[in-house]
């Protein structure tokens, strides 16, 4: 049986290693991510959807900016009110209508697709992930902004599935995959060596 190798995210004590993030800690605390993520295996790409839980540090927020490089945004949405998005210089600018409130909880959805040349390792029967997470989940940098995680991750019934936390059910979607759902309930930091 194949396998696929999943490993989103990774401890690393030495913060001098990942690239500045985008979004200030001070700014924005990321707390939780849900992702469901499609590889595939023959086009080297994953579709992707992640809701992002994150809560507002300081006042008068009007716009958040992930990474977007190696990725095609299709939709982001959110409680509030998302008057635009657009990407510019390998970064996804979400505008809000009105700031975000200091010490209130957002939730952000968005869904893209990657095509990552960093991060993912393609071969014809597994394929497996290595740093570079923010290539092609979407997701802020600063591995000391601590998050917990949640991953489905759909893909063909002949590959196994493996990912960080504790492995949660198993469903067959489709006729011919499954989605396999791990869970990092202990916020952990995710790696972006650039």
């Not at 995210?9 to 001098?16: E, G, T, Y």
């Not at 991510?33 to 992002?52: C, F, M, Q, R």
């Not at 591995?143 to 469903?171: C, P, R, W, Y």
Request: aromatic share 12%; proline share 2%; no cysteine.
């Amino acid at each position: 049986m194949f396998k696929l190798y999943l490993s989103v995210l990774l401890l690393i004590p030495l913060s001098s290693y990942a690239e500045v993030d985008v979004v200030k800690a001070n700014v924005i605390d990321f707390v939780h991510y849900d992702a469901t993520l499609e590889p595939n295996l023959n086009d080297k790409s994953v579709k992707g959807s992640v809701k992002i839980k994150l809560i507002a540090k300081a006042k008068n927020i009007n716009e958040i900016v992930f990474s977007a490089k190696y990725k095609s945004i299709f939709n982001v949405v959110s409680e509030q009110r998302v008057i635009g998005y657009n990407v510019s210089n390998g970064l996804l600018i979400i505008k809000f209508d009105k700031p975000l409130v200091d010490g209130k909880e957002y939730n952000i959805s968005i869904e893209y697709l990657s095509r990552s040349k960093k991060g993912m390792r393609y071969y014809q029967d597994h394929l497996f992930t290595g740093y570079h997470t923010k290539n092609w989940l979407m997701s802020h940098t600063n591995i000391n902004d601590k998050a917990s995680f949640e991953l489905h991750l759909i893909h063909a019934k002949n590959l196994t599935s493996v990912g960080n936390g504790k492995f949660i059910s198993q469903q067959e979607i489709a006729g011919e995959k499954l989605i396999s759902y791990w869970q990092q309930s202990s916020p952990i930091g995710l790696l972006a060596f650039e």
